[in-house]
Nanobody, 120 residues
Framework: VQLQAFGGGLVRAGGSLRLSCAAS?????MGWFRQAPGKEREFVSA????????RYADSVKGRFTISRDNGKNTVYLQMNSLKREDTAVYYC?????????????????WGQGTEVTVSS
């Protein structure tokens, strides 16, 4: 499975962005991770194969929403009330299992990343 993430950009604090991750084929559990400059990659959100289960990092709960459209083989990350600390390269990932996971080692396919910069 090949994944392509897009939708990043420059936004002011308090603004919104929607990231998309398009897959070349059918996917199961999907996730979003991010890596800020000088930091390790961290979990952001995950969604199960049919969208009925989601998981979020505490730092984004209530602000970010993950969803998917299996007809389009696409997963979305709606990011609202963005903060400067959300600045990072965001990666989407896919795993060969039905449910969600927050450990990046449980993902098998990765997209190339899309950069999000939040300014003050």
């Amino acid at each position: 499975v090949q994944l392509q993430a897009f939708g990043g950009g420059l936004v002011r604090a308090g603004g919104s962005l929607r990231l998309s991750c398009a897959a070349s084929g059918r996917t199961f559990g999907m996730g979003w991770f991010r890596q800020a400059p000088g930091k390790e990659r961290e979990f952001v959100s995950a969604v199960s194969w049919n969208g009925d289960r989601t998981r979020y990092a505490d730092s984004v709960k209530g602000r970010f929403t993950i969803s998917r459209d299996n007809g389009k083989n696409t997963v979305y990350l709606q990011m609202n009330s963005l903060k400067r600390e959300d600045t990072a390269v965001y990666y989407c990932a896919s795993r060969r299992a039905w449910l969600t996971a927050s450990n990046e080692n449980e993902y098998h396919y990765w997209g190339q990343g899309t950069e999000v910069t939040v300014s003050s």
